[in-house]
């Protein structure tokens, strides 16, 4: 392996060991506090435009399993690690962790100081970077200029190019069916939805309301997905035409950001983002507390969900801010990720609760 480089929009700059594919890439360079799950959060769409970092320091130990991603490929544009395992053990082993990085042209960097990186995220936000592999010294000047003038996350609409192109169903026979508005939809979702009997028909984001209704669902499910909800205006106008039909509506991560606008409410840029499988997060009237499996940069301002007629109903202990909403649509959405993948299975029960709404 040769030298490769992680390059922050401050020009903070760490070199370590590449690995995966030789290639430069960009984006905002996140975290993630799981200790498992890399192959599912790699694959996660919600990633998309972002260069992924963990903060366990040892990553790829039991390799690469066949049905453990969720997607058909790496939607992160990087992936930084402390200390990268070569010989991994597993009785479901497939290949490695590098291999997998290779297979879909994914570069990543090992023997860096993660710690450090994470502790300068945390106090100073979230930033752009450029991850090289391979680079030379030389390179530095150039690779310092070049990740000042990336664009921000902000001002980009990722929805698009992660959404499928076409119609996928999914039936197995059920009494009832949902469409599922893939946004950037994780494979678990669908596979929590076909287990308790519900047909799916996924359907692109910029499918309009009029041919969603036209397939006359029992209700709808707005998936996760990545970047700002704001810029996926399209989803929002849907959205708000579905509330108005007073169809049963089940929003997930960016799904809740989505139904919040649709309402009239605001949305706002985290510091440094929820990402992880361990997020306490209360529900309001219970007061019981749930261990929830979080990927999000973006969240719901509270005071405005108010104004604008939505009821929260559960909220981050870590922050305070939302995690849960309602309206009388009906939509219910959670800010979490109910069917994990990495995470705690506790919230499975929301599927349950969304089921009972439908027509």
């Known amino acids: 392996m040769g030298k490769a480089v992680l390059v922050l929009h401050d020009g903070t700059y760490v070199v370590g060991e590449g690995i995966g594919a030789e290639k430069e890439t960009h984006g905002e360079v996140v975290f993630n506090t799981a200790m498992t799950g890399y192959q599912e959060a790699l694959t996660d769409p919600s990633y998309k435009y972002q260069i992924l970092m963990f903060t366990y320091p040892l990553l790829?130990?039991?390799?690469?399993?066949?049905?453990a991603s969720e997607s058909s490929r790496i939607h992160a544009e990087g992936l930084v690690v402390r200390e990268l395992t070569e010989k991994p053990s597993h009785g479901k082993l497939k290949g490695t962790l590098d291999e997998f990085l290779r297979k879909h042209d994914t570069p990543g960097l090992h023997g860096v100081d993660t710690r450090f990186l994470t502790r300068k995220i945390r106090m100073h936000g979230v930033m752009n970077g450029i991850l090289k592999n391979p680079f030379v010294p030389a390179e530095l000047p150039e690779l310092k200029e070049k990740v000042k003038k990336l664009k921000s996350i902000s001002d980009l609409d990722l929805v698009s190019l992660v959404s499928t192109k076409e119609v996928k169903h999914y039936d197995v026979k059920g009494k009832k069916t949902l469409v599922l508005l893939d946004c950037?939809?994780?494979?678990?979702i669908i596979r929590?939805?076909?287990?308790?009997?519900?047909?799916?028909?996924k359907v692109?984001?910029?499918?309009?309301?009029?041919?969603?209704?036209?397939?006359?669902?029992?209700?709808?499910?707005?998936s996760n997905g990545p970047g700002n909800p704001e810029r996926a205006d399209y989803v929002i106008k849907t959205t708000k035409k579905l509330i108005d039909e007073k169809i049963p509506i089940f929003g997930i991560c960016l799904g809740l950001q989505i139904i919040a606008l649709a309402c009239g409410a605001k949305t706002y840029k985290l510091k440094f983002g929820h990402r992880g499988a361990n997020q306490p997060v209360l529900d309001v009237k219970t007061k019981k507390v749930y261990i929830t499996s979080q990927n999000h940069g973006f969240a719901a301002d509270a005071d405005s969900c108010r104004s604008a007629g939505i009821t929260v109903t559960h909220i981050n202990l870590n922050d305070k801010s939302v995690e849960g909403i309602k309206n009388k649509g009906p939509a219910m959405a959670v800010q979490y990720h109910p069917e994990a993948n990495p995470g705690p299975w506790d919230n499975y029960y929301l599927f349950d609760e969304f089921i009972k709404l439908l027509k």
Do not use: C, D, W
């Not at 950037?184 to 678990?188: A, F, I, L, R």
């Not at 929590?192 to 028909?201: D, E, P, Y």
């Not at 692109?204 to 707005?222: C, D, Q, R």
């Open 60 to 67: 790829g130990n039991y390799g690469i399993q066949e049905n």
């Open 184 to 188: 950037g939809e994780k494979s678990s």
């Open 192 to 201: 929590a939805l076909l287990t308790r009997g519900i047909n799916i028909i």
């Open 204 to 222: 692109p984001a910029k499918t309009s309301p009029e041919e969603i209704m036209k397939f006359n669902p029992n209700g709808v499910v707005i």
